[in-house]
Protein backbone atom coordinates (compact mmCIF):
# COMPACT_ATOMS: atom_id res chain seq x y z
CA UNK A 1 0.00 0.00 0.00
CA UNK A 2 1.55 3.34 -0.97
CA UNK A 3 2.93 5.15 2.64
CA UNK A 4 2.07 8.41 2.28
CA UNK A 5 0.52 10.25 4.86
CA UNK A 6 -0.63 13.44 5.80
CA UNK A 7 0.97 15.79 8.41
CA UNK A 8 -0.27 14.54 11.70
CA UNK A 9 -1.10 16.56 14.92
CA UNK A 10 -2.28 16.18 18.31
CA UNK A 11 -6.27 17.03 18.51
CA UNK A 12 -8.56 16.85 15.26
CA UNK A 13 -9.68 20.20 14.66
CA UNK A 14 -11.21 21.64 11.61
CA UNK A 15 -8.20 23.22 10.49
CA UNK A 16 -6.07 20.09 10.56
CA UNK A 17 -9.09 18.51 8.88
CA UNK A 18 -8.79 20.39 6.22
CA UNK A 19 -5.13 20.24 6.07
CA UNK A 20 -5.31 16.32 5.85
CA UNK A 21 -7.52 16.41 2.98
CA UNK A 22 -5.67 19.21 1.14
CA UNK A 23 -2.36 17.08 1.68
CA UNK A 24 -3.86 14.17 -0.02
CA UNK A 25 -5.50 15.77 -2.84
CA UNK A 26 -2.43 18.00 -3.74
CA UNK A 27 0.10 14.78 -3.87
CA UNK A 28 -1.45 12.43 -5.51
CA UNK A 29 -3.89 14.40 -8.37
CA UNK A 30 -2.43 16.88 -11.19
CA UNK A 31 -4.44 19.76 -10.90
CA UNK A 32 -2.67 23.25 -10.39
CA UNK A 33 -2.92 27.02 -11.09
CA UNK A 34 -0.65 29.90 -11.35
CA UNK A 35 -2.54 33.05 -11.45
CA UNK A 36 -2.13 36.20 -9.49
CA UNK A 37 -5.49 35.81 -8.06
CA UNK A 38 -5.97 31.57 -8.17
CA UNK A 39 -3.39 29.55 -7.11
CA UNK A 40 -3.01 25.53 -6.39
CA UNK A 41 -4.31 25.62 -3.22
CA UNK A 42 -6.88 28.07 -3.79
CA UNK A 43 -8.05 25.64 -6.67
CA UNK A 44 -8.66 22.55 -4.21
CA UNK A 45 -9.67 24.44 -1.12
CA UNK A 46 -12.80 26.00 -3.59
CA UNK A 47 -13.14 22.02 -4.99
CA UNK A 48 -13.47 20.70 -0.91
CA UNK A 49 -15.54 23.27 -0.03
CA UNK A 50 -18.13 22.91 -3.11
CA UNK A 51 -18.15 19.16 -2.24
CA UNK A 52 -18.43 19.71 1.63
CA UNK A 53 -21.78 21.89 0.67
CA UNK A 54 -22.39 19.45 -2.32
CA UNK A 55 -22.56 23.15 -3.97
CA UNK A 56 -21.82 24.40 -7.33
CA UNK A 57 -18.67 26.42 -8.05
CA UNK A 58 -20.51 29.49 -8.80
CA UNK A 59 -22.58 28.84 -5.40
CA UNK A 60 -19.12 28.94 -3.66
CA UNK A 61 -17.33 31.52 -5.33
CA UNK A 62 -19.98 34.18 -4.69
CA UNK A 63 -20.77 33.02 -1.17
CA UNK A 64 -16.77 33.50 -0.11
CA UNK A 65 -15.63 37.50 0.20
CA UNK A 66 -12.37 36.97 -1.15
CA UNK A 67 -12.46 33.81 -3.18
CA UNK A 68 -11.55 33.78 -7.09
CA UNK A 69 -13.94 34.40 -9.73
CA UNK A 70 -15.89 31.39 -10.80
CA UNK A 71 -15.12 31.90 -13.89
CA UNK A 72 -11.20 31.78 -13.04
CA UNK A 73 -11.70 28.37 -11.77
CA UNK A 74 -13.71 26.82 -14.43
CA UNK A 75 -10.95 28.07 -16.48
CA UNK A 76 -8.62 26.27 -14.93
CA UNK A 77 -10.37 23.06 -14.25
CA UNK A 78 -12.02 22.96 -18.01
CA UNK A 79 -8.52 23.77 -19.71
CA UNK A 80 -6.52 20.72 -17.64
CA UNK A 81 -9.81 18.09 -17.10
CA UNK A 82 -10.27 16.78 -20.90
CA UNK A 83 -11.70 13.38 -21.31
CA UNK A 84 -7.98 12.16 -22.70
CA UNK A 85 -6.99 12.64 -19.47
CA UNK A 86 -10.00 10.23 -17.59
CA UNK A 87 -7.23 7.04 -17.18
CA UNK A 88 -4.26 9.50 -15.60
CA UNK A 89 -7.54 10.82 -13.22
CA UNK A 90 -8.87 7.10 -12.24
CA UNK A 91 -5.38 5.99 -11.82
CA UNK A 92 -4.93 9.17 -9.39
CA UNK A 93 -8.11 8.38 -7.57
CA UNK A 94 -6.85 4.71 -7.05
CA UNK A 95 -3.58 5.71 -5.52
CA UNK A 96 -5.29 8.22 -3.27
CA UNK A 97 -8.25 6.11 -2.06
CA UNK A 98 -5.16 3.66 -1.01
CA UNK A 99 -3.14 5.75 0.75
CA UNK A 100 -5.80 5.69 3.46
CA UNK A 101 -5.84 2.33 4.15
CA UNK A 102 -4.89 0.70 7.41
CA UNK A 103 -1.46 -1.48 6.89
CA UNK A 104 -3.61 -4.42 9.16
CA UNK A 105 -6.36 -4.23 6.61
CA UNK A 106 -4.16 -6.80 4.33
CA UNK A 107 -3.62 -9.16 7.28
CA UNK A 108 -6.44 -11.81 6.96
CA UNK A 109 -8.88 -12.27 4.02
CA UNK A 110 -11.44 -9.66 3.56
CA UNK A 111 -14.66 -10.37 2.12
CA UNK A 112 -15.29 -6.91 -0.52
CA UNK A 113 -18.76 -5.76 -2.19
CA UNK A 114 -18.68 -4.56 -6.26
CA UNK A 115 -21.25 -2.08 -7.59
CA UNK A 116 -22.19 0.27 -9.81
CA UNK A 117 -23.17 3.63 -9.13
CA UNK A 118 -25.00 5.80 -11.49
CA UNK A 119 -24.43 9.88 -11.34
CA UNK A 120 -27.74 11.63 -13.43
CA UNK A 121 -27.34 13.18 -16.21
CA UNK A 122 -29.10 15.46 -17.57
CA UNK A 123 -28.15 17.00 -20.84
CA UNK A 124 -28.94 16.44 -24.76
CA UNK A 125 -28.44 13.44 -26.61
CA UNK A 126 -24.71 12.20 -27.08
CA UNK A 127 -22.86 10.14 -29.96
CA UNK A 128 -22.36 6.62 -28.96
CA UNK A 129 -19.97 6.71 -31.39
CA UNK A 130 -17.50 9.49 -30.05
CA UNK A 131 -14.85 7.51 -27.74
CA UNK A 132 -15.08 11.04 -25.69
CA UNK A 133 -18.73 10.47 -24.99
CA UNK A 134 -18.92 8.89 -21.14
CA UNK A 135 -22.73 8.71 -20.51
CA UNK A 136 -24.01 5.23 -20.14
CA UNK A 137 -27.54 4.65 -20.72
CA UNK A 138 -29.76 2.91 -18.00
CA UNK A 139 -33.19 2.02 -16.25
CA UNK A 140 -35.49 5.38 -15.51
CA UNK A 141 -33.80 6.98 -12.43
CA UNK A 142 -34.17 10.44 -11.12
CA UNK A 143 -36.34 11.47 -14.11
CA UNK A 144 -33.41 10.39 -16.57
CA UNK A 145 -32.17 7.52 -18.18
CA UNK A 146 -28.21 8.70 -19.14
CA UNK A 147 -26.03 8.73 -16.10
CA UNK A 148 -22.10 8.93 -15.63
CA UNK A 149 -21.28 5.46 -14.52
CA UNK A 150 -18.30 4.24 -11.70
CA UNK A 151 -17.29 0.87 -10.79
CA UNK A 152 -16.21 0.34 -6.59
CA UNK A 153 -14.77 -2.16 -4.87
CA UNK A 154 -15.69 -1.84 -1.24
CA UNK A 155 -13.94 -4.10 2.04
CA UNK A 156 -16.22 -5.26 4.40
CA UNK A 157 -15.06 -5.75 7.54
CA UNK A 158 -16.94 -4.58 11.03
CA UNK A 159 -16.71 -0.67 11.14
CA UNK A 160 -13.99 -0.48 8.92
CA UNK A 161 -15.48 0.58 5.38
CA UNK A 162 -13.16 1.42 3.00
CA UNK A 163 -13.30 1.95 -1.13
CA UNK A 164 -10.19 0.77 -2.19
CA UNK A 165 -10.54 1.11 -6.14
CA UNK A 166 -13.24 2.66 -8.51
CA UNK A 167 -13.24 2.69 -12.18
CA UNK A 168 -15.01 5.41 -14.00
CA UNK A 169 -17.26 3.39 -17.18
CA UNK A 170 -17.20 3.91 -20.50
CA UNK A 171 -20.53 2.74 -22.31
CA UNK A 172 -18.31 0.97 -24.82
CA UNK A 173 -16.95 -0.94 -22.02
CA UNK A 174 -17.47 -4.58 -20.94
CA UNK A 175 -18.27 -5.33 -17.26
CA UNK A 176 -16.28 -8.25 -17.41
CA UNK A 177 -13.57 -6.39 -17.57
CA UNK A 178 -14.01 -3.64 -15.49
CA UNK A 179 -14.89 -6.13 -12.96
CA UNK A 180 -11.12 -8.36 -13.01
CA UNK A 181 -9.44 -4.46 -13.20
CA UNK A 182 -11.28 -3.92 -10.38
CA UNK A 183 -9.88 -7.41 -8.68
CA UNK A 184 -6.37 -6.65 -10.20
CA UNK A 185 -6.43 -3.58 -8.19
CA UNK A 186 -7.57 -5.22 -4.97
CA UNK A 187 -4.77 -8.08 -5.49
CA UNK A 188 -2.09 -5.38 -5.72
CA UNK A 189 -3.28 -3.75 -2.62
CA UNK A 190 -2.23 -7.64 -0.96
CA UNK A 191 -5.47 -7.71 0.31
CA UNK A 192 -6.35 -11.40 -0.26
CA UNK A 193 -10.13 -11.90 -0.86
CA UNK A 194 -12.49 -14.12 1.11
CA UNK A 195 -15.62 -13.67 -1.19
CA UNK A 196 -16.59 -11.39 -3.37
CA UNK A 197 -20.00 -9.72 -3.53
CA UNK A 198 -21.83 -8.55 -6.66
CA UNK A 199 -24.68 -6.58 -7.50
CA UNK A 200 -27.43 -7.55 -10.25
CA UNK A 201 -26.02 -5.18 -12.72
CA UNK A 202 -23.22 -7.24 -13.40
CA UNK A 203 -25.25 -10.61 -13.97
CA UNK A 204 -25.22 -11.05 -17.15
CA UNK A 205 -23.82 -14.44 -19.10
CA UNK A 206 -20.20 -12.59 -20.31
CA UNK A 207 -19.57 -11.51 -16.87
CA UNK A 208 -20.35 -15.50 -14.85
CA UNK A 209 -18.59 -16.86 -17.94
CA UNK A 210 -15.79 -14.86 -17.28
CA UNK A 211 -16.28 -15.64 -13.53
CA UNK A 212 -16.39 -19.26 -13.75
CA UNK A 213 -13.49 -19.19 -15.52
CA UNK A 214 -11.30 -17.82 -12.39
CA UNK A 215 -11.30 -21.43 -9.74
CA UNK A 216 -9.65 -18.89 -7.02
CA UNK A 217 -12.87 -16.83 -7.21
CA UNK A 218 -15.83 -17.70 -4.21
CA UNK A 219 -17.97 -14.56 -5.68
CA UNK A 220 -22.11 -14.41 -4.09
CA UNK A 221 -24.25 -12.33 -7.13
CA UNK A 222 -27.70 -11.38 -6.93
CA UNK A 223 -29.49 -12.12 -9.71
CA UNK A 224 -32.93 -9.79 -11.00
CA UNK A 225 -36.22 -11.60 -11.35
CA UNK A 226 -37.08 -12.09 -14.82
CA UNK A 227 -39.82 -13.36 -16.84
CA UNK A 228 -43.38 -14.16 -16.49
CA UNK A 229 -43.64 -17.98 -17.20
CA UNK A 230 -40.04 -19.03 -16.96
CA UNK A 231 -36.65 -17.01 -16.28
CA UNK A 232 -35.62 -16.26 -12.59
CA UNK A 233 -39.05 -15.83 -11.80
CA UNK A 234 -39.77 -19.03 -12.54
CA UNK A 235 -37.51 -20.65 -9.54
CA UNK A 236 -39.82 -18.80 -7.19
CA UNK A 237 -42.21 -21.38 -6.00
CA UNK A 238 -42.72 -23.65 -2.73
CA UNK A 239 -42.56 -22.66 0.87
CA UNK A 240 -38.77 -23.12 1.25
CA UNK A 241 -35.38 -22.10 0.19
CA UNK A 242 -33.15 -24.26 -1.88
CA UNK A 243 -30.63 -24.57 -4.21
CA UNK A 244 -30.73 -25.39 -7.71
CA UNK A 245 -29.51 -24.92 -11.06
CA UNK A 246 -30.66 -22.55 -13.49
CA UNK A 247 -29.75 -21.74 -17.53
CA UNK A 248 -29.36 -18.33 -18.29
CA UNK A 249 -30.00 -17.89 -21.82
CA UNK A 250 -29.05 -15.06 -24.61
CA UNK A 251 -29.64 -14.72 -28.42
CA UNK A 252 -26.23 -12.97 -28.33
CA UNK A 253 -24.27 -15.10 -26.21
CA UNK A 254 -25.98 -18.50 -25.90
CA UNK A 255 -26.83 -20.72 -22.84
CA UNK A 256 -24.90 -20.93 -19.71
CA UNK A 257 -25.93 -23.13 -16.92
CA UNK A 258 -24.73 -22.18 -13.33
CA UNK A 259 -25.74 -23.17 -9.13
CA UNK A 260 -28.47 -20.46 -7.62
CA UNK A 261 -29.66 -20.16 -4.63
CA UNK A 262 -33.30 -19.40 -4.48
CA UNK A 263 -34.07 -18.14 -0.93
CA UNK A 264 -37.65 -17.09 0.30
CA UNK A 265 -37.44 -14.37 2.98
CA UNK A 266 -39.97 -12.26 4.90
CA UNK A 267 -39.87 -8.50 4.70
CA UNK A 268 -42.14 -5.40 5.78
CA UNK A 269 -44.59 -4.15 4.19
CA UNK A 270 -44.91 0.11 4.83
CA UNK A 271 -48.18 -0.60 6.74
CA UNK A 272 -45.53 -2.71 8.74
CA UNK A 273 -47.38 -6.26 7.72
CA UNK A 274 -45.31 -9.18 6.96
CA UNK A 275 -45.09 -10.29 3.49
CA UNK A 276 -42.51 -12.90 1.87
CA UNK A 277 -40.70 -12.27 -1.49
CA UNK A 278 -38.02 -14.35 -3.58
CA UNK A 279 -34.45 -13.72 -3.93
CA UNK A 280 -32.37 -15.00 -6.18
CA UNK A 281 -28.22 -15.79 -5.80
CA UNK A 282 -25.92 -17.22 -8.23
CA UNK A 283 -23.20 -18.92 -6.49
CA UNK A 284 -19.69 -18.85 -7.76
CA UNK A 285 -17.20 -21.35 -6.58
CA UNK A 286 -19.04 -21.49 -3.31
CA UNK A 287 -20.10 -24.62 -2.30
CA UNK A 288 -21.08 -24.64 1.39
CA UNK A 289 -23.85 -22.28 2.94
CA UNK A 290 -27.04 -22.36 3.01
CA UNK A 291 -29.69 -20.27 2.19
CA UNK A 292 -29.83 -18.69 5.81
CA UNK A 293 -26.27 -18.09 5.14
CA UNK A 294 -25.98 -16.79 2.31
CA UNK A 295 -28.35 -14.21 2.64
CA UNK A 296 -26.85 -12.97 5.91
CA UNK A 297 -23.44 -12.59 4.24
CA UNK A 298 -25.13 -11.07 1.26
CA UNK A 299 -27.25 -8.58 3.32
CA UNK A 300 -23.84 -7.23 4.49
CA UNK A 301 -22.84 -6.42 1.33
CA UNK A 302 -25.66 -3.51 1.46
CA UNK A 303 -22.57 -1.30 3.34
CA UNK A 304 -21.52 0.06 -0.07
CA UNK A 305 -25.10 1.57 -0.71
CA UNK A 306 -24.19 3.46 2.56
CA UNK A 307 -20.74 4.35 0.81
CA UNK A 308 -23.12 6.05 -1.81
CA UNK A 309 -25.39 7.38 0.00
CA UNK A 310 -22.16 9.15 1.61
CA UNK A 311 -20.60 9.86 -1.77
CA UNK A 312 -23.60 11.91 -2.74
CA UNK A 313 -23.54 13.82 0.64
CA UNK A 314 -20.26 15.36 -0.31
CA UNK A 315 -20.20 15.36 -4.71
CA UNK A 316 -19.74 18.85 -6.32
CA UNK A 317 -22.40 19.59 -8.43
CA UNK A 318 -21.92 20.76 -12.33
CA UNK A 319 -24.12 21.39 -15.11
CA UNK A 320 -20.75 21.21 -17.44
CA UNK A 321 -20.49 18.67 -20.28
CA UNK A 322 -17.03 17.10 -19.35
CA UNK A 323 -16.92 14.39 -18.69
CA UNK A 324 -13.33 14.54 -16.57
CA UNK A 325 -14.75 17.09 -14.23
CA UNK A 326 -17.61 14.99 -13.40
CA UNK A 327 -15.51 11.79 -12.84
CA UNK A 328 -13.21 14.33 -10.42
CA UNK A 329 -16.21 15.19 -8.46
CA UNK A 330 -16.47 11.41 -8.02
CA UNK A 331 -13.11 10.59 -6.97
CA UNK A 332 -13.21 13.43 -4.24
CA UNK A 333 -16.28 12.39 -2.46
CA UNK A 334 -14.73 8.63 -2.54
CA UNK A 335 -11.89 9.96 -1.47
CA UNK A 336 -13.39 12.05 1.67
CA UNK A 337 -14.98 9.33 2.52
CA UNK A 338 -12.15 7.38 3.14
CA UNK A 339 -10.27 10.17 4.98
CA UNK A 340 -13.12 10.41 7.59
CA UNK A 341 -12.78 6.70 8.26
CA UNK A 342 -8.78 7.15 8.67
CA UNK A 343 -9.22 10.15 10.67
CA UNK A 344 -11.39 7.90 12.81
CA UNK A 345 -8.33 5.61 13.73
CA UNK A 346 -5.64 8.76 13.93
CA UNK A 347 -7.34 10.49 16.34
CA UNK A 348 -10.56 8.66 17.95
CA UNK A 349 -9.27 5.05 18.89
CA UNK A 350 -10.86 3.76 22.16
CA UNK A 351 -8.25 2.08 24.30
CA UNK A 352 -8.64 -1.14 25.79
CA UNK A 353 -8.78 -4.96 25.08
CA UNK A 354 -10.52 -6.65 22.47
CA UNK A 355 -11.12 -5.53 19.05
CA UNK A 356 -10.20 -2.29 17.67
CA UNK A 357 -12.71 0.22 18.18
CA UNK A 358 -13.18 3.87 17.66
CA UNK A 359 -15.77 6.33 18.58
CA UNK A 360 -17.50 6.69 15.64
CA UNK A 361 -20.53 8.89 16.66
CA UNK A 362 -17.57 11.69 17.52
CA UNK A 363 -17.22 12.46 14.11
CA UNK A 364 -19.84 11.66 12.17
CA UNK A 365 -19.74 12.78 8.35
CA UNK A 366 -21.75 16.36 8.39
CA UNK A 367 -19.32 17.15 11.66
CA UNK A 368 -16.32 16.87 9.29
CA UNK A 369 -18.17 18.30 6.38
CA UNK A 370 -18.83 21.49 9.00
CA UNK A 371 -15.16 21.55 9.48
CA UNK A 372 -14.18 21.53 5.83
CA UNK A 373 -16.85 24.58 5.63
CA UNK A 374 -15.52 26.47 8.60
CA UNK A 375 -11.69 26.42 7.87
CA UNK A 376 -12.27 27.59 4.30
CA UNK A 377 -14.55 30.28 5.22
CA UNK A 378 -12.05 31.55 7.91
CA UNK A 379 -9.50 31.86 5.12
CA UNK A 380 -12.06 33.77 2.33
CA UNK A 381 -14.53 34.99 4.63
CA UNK A 382 -18.19 35.11 3.49
CA UNK A 383 -20.18 37.48 2.55
CA UNK A 384 -22.34 38.43 5.25
CA UNK A 385 -24.06 42.17 3.80
CA UNK A 386 -24.83 42.82 0.39
CA UNK A 387 -24.88 46.26 -0.69
CA UNK A 388 -27.59 47.32 -3.16
CA UNK A 389 -26.48 49.15 -6.20
CA UNK A 390 -26.11 52.57 -6.61
CA UNK A 391 -28.12 53.65 -9.77
CA UNK A 392 -28.44 57.13 -10.65
CA UNK A 393 -32.35 58.59 -10.58
CA UNK A 394 -33.78 59.43 -13.67
CA UNK A 395 -33.84 63.29 -14.93
CA UNK A 396 -37.81 64.33 -14.41
Not at 6 to 26: G, H, I, S
Not at 28 to 43: I, K, M, N, P
Request: hydrophobic share 40%; proline share 6%; charged share 25%.
Amino acid sequence: MPSFIPPQAEKLTDRVTLETVLAVLEHYFDLSAEGYVCQTRDLWNLLVEAAARCAYIETVCNDLANAPDSNTVRGYLNEQLTPKIIGDLKRQCNRALASQLPSWLADPPREVAFDLHDAPYYGKDDDPDDPDCWVCRGEARAGTTRFYRCATAYVMHRDVRFTLAVEFVHPGDDLIKILKRLLRRVKALKIRLKRGYLDKGFCSIPVLRGLLAEPDLSLIMAAPLKGKTGGTRALCHGRRSYRTEHTFRSDDYGELTVPVMVVRTRSKRRDGTDKWTWLVYVLIHVPDLTARQVRKAYRRRFGIESSYRLLEQVRGRTTAHNAALRFLWMGIALLIGNIWIALHWTFLRCRGSGPRRVARQAFILPCMLQFLRRAVEAIYGVISIVDPPHVKPANL
